[in-house]
């Protein structure tokens, strides 16, 4: 295997510690040729930028220790969370509601439906630009999603992969609350699931989901985490932070840590709440608003973004992880990172039931998941807190379990996966001939 491929609509220029960084830093490495082609990740702008991103479509080429990255910025792209800030509103996606209240959730499905065009139109300009930039005949391809599969898929039909696998990181139809774009993800992922030589899940409810859905064999390489990177000290709660890190969205479940945080204070005084993360911007403010009605505001911290290098001591400093997500589609099937960091920091944590988080936290005895109430996360953070016996005890399991999820042993399958894939394509050997 000489030449690798990723295609993927994460902007790996842009964000740290995706999946596809991983993959880069593990996979890249035993190929001669590397080509990443992504989507251009637009930030928030003014009009004349968001129609200049949507209006203008191209691609950026740029060479770095040894990799070619392929900056595509394809026909209607455009910010995350625009429909959403075009509405004025981020509670399209509350649990339980999918049906719309209001002119603003009908502007919102308008805008959101117009999305559409851009998922045509990413896979469309990732196989055009993969097509133009990547020389020959790729030896193993690795795409993600159902957008930078079905690319994945137009250059199989081109001829241009040898293999194809599929990197299942995501329900990525649970990003979408418009029924159409909904169920269009849905067909294009089944489509490019029963098509491409190899299916990689990243964790085993998604894995099972999968292999209902396609009816062939999936195979697991979980999320994972650098464990040696984090310290995890011995903890005393007395004055326990709970931490939050990562995307602070629609799906995070913050709402409910913060309407719990004035029950968790009465029973542990001095509880706070430390948010690391940037997300939608109206959302943030509507979980700043929020502090400021329930009293809590001066225990709670927005860090916004931060550099990967300083969760460590952030973590470091916390007492219990928070990963009480809504119990949707999206959050039901996915793998959080941020749970695996927790564990690697010595952090017990609380999970929502009914979710791949519950299946870790009681696999390896390092937390709770519980109803998607403000009750039931008070009631366990209270009760994990306020017992030094076991808290100590799940804090241990936590680090112990997080080496199972290092990220060299997890990528050395995946890589082992890929070069199965790849000698199954490989033409069969002529038979000898008989003798007369």
């Not at 045509?120 to 795409?143: E, I, K, N, Q």
């Not at 948010?275 to 911290?301: E, I, K, M």
Request: aromatic content about 8%; hydrophobic content about 40%; overall charge positive.
């Amino acid at each position: 295997m000489r030449s690798y491929l990723l295609i993927t609509t994460v902007d790996v220029a842009r964000m740290a510690n995706n999946r596809e960084h991983h993959l880069l830093r593990h996979i890249a490495p035993h190929f001669d040729q590397v080509y990443v082609v992504f989507r251009r990740k637009c930030e928030k702008a003014g009009w004349r930028q968001l129609l200049r991103d949507a209006l203008v479509p191209g691609a950026r080429t740029e060479w770095r220790d040894g990799i070619c990255y392929v900056e595509v910025n394809p026909l209607f792209n455009h910010a995350h969370g625009l429909a959403m800030a075009v509405a004025g509103t981020y509670e399209m996606h509350d649990a339980g509601d999918t049906r719309g209240r209001g002119w603003r959730q009908r502007v919102y499905r308008l805008f959101s439906g117009i999305g559409l065009w851009k998922d045509w139109s990413t896979v469309a300009f990732l196989g055009l630009y993969a097509l133009r930039t990547v020389p020959g005949t790729v030896d193993v391809c690795t795409a993600m999603g159902p957008n930078g599969n079905a690319a994945a898929w137009l250059l199989r039909r081109l001829g241009k992969l040898r293999v194809w696998a599929y990197e299942d990181r995501d329900y990525e139809p649970g990003f979408f609350n418009t029924p159409l774009r909904h169920r269009a993800a849905a067909a294009l992922e089944v489509a490019c699931l029963r098509r491409a030589d190899l299916c990689i899940s990243i964790g085993h409810r998604l894995q099972r989901l999968r292999q209902q859905q396609s009816g062939r064999e999936v195979a697991v390489v979980t999320t994972g985490v650098d464990v040696d990177r984090y310290t995890a000290p011995q903890r005393v709660p007395t004055r326990p932070v709970l931490v939050y890190t990562g995307n602070v969205t629609f799906w995070s479940g913050l709402e409910r840590v913060i309407e719990a945080l004035p029950r968790i204070r009465e029973a542990l005084p001095g509880a706070t709440l430390l948010v690391v993360g940037d997300g939608l911007p109206g959302y943030v403010q509507g979980l700043q608003a929020l502090t400021r009605q329930l009293g809590v505001h001066d225990a709670v911290r927005f860090t916004g973004r931060v550099p990967n290098t300083q969760i460590r001591d952030l973590l470091a400093d916390a007492h219990l992880g928070v990963a009480t997500f809504q119990p949707l589609e999206l959050r039901k099937y996915a793998f959080p990172l941020k749970v695996l960091e927790y564990m690697a920091a010595g952090l017990p944590s609380i999970g929502t039931e009914g979710t791949e988080t519950e299946d870790i936290l009681r696999q390896h005895d390092c937390g709770v998941a519980v109803p998607y109430t403000a009750a039931a996360f008070a009631e366990a953070a209270i009760a994990m807190l306020g017992d030094p016996a076991r808290y100590q005890r799940l804090a241990a399991h936590a680090r112990e379990s997080a080496r199972q999820y290092d990220w060299h042993t997890l990528m050395a399958r995946e890589h082992a996966l890929l070069q199965q894939a790849w000698l199954r394509r490989q033409p069969a050997a002529p038979a000898p001939d008989r003798p007369a």
